[in-house]
């Protein structure tokens, strides 16, 4: 079957090259990815897919179609982001960004080149084709705050799937490589913000205020003891600080500090610990300092928990795809992907693909304005996501 898909993946290959520049040139930010939808179904439509669902979470945006195969058997979903990143591209290539201060710098628009490339080799394979395949085009991973995946699956596209499986490129790895993990993979992504009130003043006499900023300033200092002195050291877990607001001149005591950070963890126990130490810590010291204080802790993203047997089968494709010692077995990544959502309903497998290559400027990193994608390493994600629709058969285990 794979020997079948090769040369269907490498006579597209030039059509999947050319619709990566195409989403590159014509870049859109999360929940606004209007013309990439629309050009995406218009290829899903050309190509006969059945079931074709647009717009997501109240816009236009996002877009689902199925392939049925000549045989019974499973649903594969296979998912694509879409969505570009508020930054100006710096690259000098013919493909560069014509939408200014906005740019493909994760790799997305590969992502959906590769998956419209699979959607054509599966369309001409549908006599291989055991069960159904859902292609899943989602916009708004890199929001954060409303998730592309969460709105889809909430909106019900993996009604009737059985497993889902996606790709994310790796800028720091080279082409010719795929990484993959079984279990935890990618860490959640949660938002904790804390407000310490205090009663302000004049800065030359203290004693008639009530500082903030001193429990504020034990508080950043604490964190860390949280993760090195309560949280088991087998457990990979961070917080961090990203922003502090208070104050508005040098001879004022500020009312009240702002604190605004993050949490990355793995296991849902991890995290349930670190929210409550936290809340802890943020009160106890400031009612220490006669300060009172709020706290809140959001959960944004899950982590990504790959499946035992779809990464299974993906490692056994990747082998006869990119060659013996050519898959890897990625490190746990405390980066956050939305793709855990699509995990939270169905079982599932997210791999890592290889594009970096020095002489082709494609080694800088995610986000960074000289993000590239070396799109020869596009023909092996192709056959990736063409090759496990193709290849599950289902789970041998029961539960
Ligand atoms: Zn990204
Ligand atoms: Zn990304």
């Keep these: 079957m794979l020997e079948k898909m090769r040369p269907l993946a490498e006579k597209g290959h030039p059509e999947v090259v050319e619709l990566r520049r195409h989403f590159h040139m014509n870049p859109e930010i999360a929940w606004n990815e209007v013309k990439t939808t629309e050009k995406v179904e218009e290829i899903l439509q050309s190509l006969g897919f059945e079931n074709i669902q647009k717009g997501f979470g109240g816009t236009m945006c996002g877009v689902t179609a199925d392939l049925t195969g000549s045989k019974p058997g499973p649903c594969v979903a296979l998912r694509a982001d879409m969505d570009a990143l508020p930054l100006q591209e710096e690259n000098e290539v013919s493909y560069c ?113 009530v500082d903030p900023t001193v429990p504020a300033g034990h508080v950043i200092t604490s964190l860390q003891s949280i993760i090195g002195r309560e949280i088991n050291s087998q457990e990979t877990s961070v917080i961090s600080l990203g922003k502090i607001e208070a104050g508005s001149a040098f001879n004022i005591i500020p009312e009240s500090v702002k604190l605004l950070g993050t949490c990355r963890t793995f296991r849902p126990e991890v995290q349930d610990m670190i929210e409550e130490k936290l809340g802890r810590l943020i009160k106890g010291i400031s009612e220490s300092f006669r300060c009172t204080s709020e706290y809140v802790y959001k959960k944004y993203v899950p982590s990504v928990i790959n499946d035992p047997e779809a990464i299974g089968l993906a490692k056994k494709l990747g082998d006869e795809i990119f060659g013996n010692g050519n898959v890897i077995e990625t490190s746990l990544e405390m980066a956050s992907e939305d793709f855990s959502y699509f995990q939270q309903k169905v079982p599932g497998a997210f791999g890592f693909l290889g594009t970096a290559r020095e002489e082709k400027g494609s080694a800088n990193p995610h986000h960074s304005p000289l993000f590239d994608v070396d799109e020869d390493a596009l023909l092996q994600g192709t056959q990736m996501l063409a090759g496990f629709a193709l290849s599950w058969k289902g789970y041998s285990r029961k539960d």
Excluded: Y
């Design 97 to 209: 960004s014509q939408n200014k201060g906005v740019m493909h710098a994760c790799g997305h628009d590969a992502h959906t080149a590769m998956l419209l490339g699979a959607a054509k080799v599966l369309s001409q394979m549908k006599d291989e084709l055991a069960g159904k395949v859902r292609f899943i085009f989602q916009p708004a991973e890199e929001h954060g705050l409303k998730s592309g995946a969460d709105h889809m699956v909430r909106e019900g596209v993996l009604e009737g799937v059985d497993v889902v499986f996606g790709i994310h490129v790796r800028s720091s790895m080279p082409t010719g490589k795929i990484a993959l993990r079984s279990g935890p993979t990618m860490a959640s992504c949660d938002a904790w913000e804390a407000v310490i009130k205090g009663k302000g003043g004049h800065g030359a006499e203290p004693d008639q205020a």
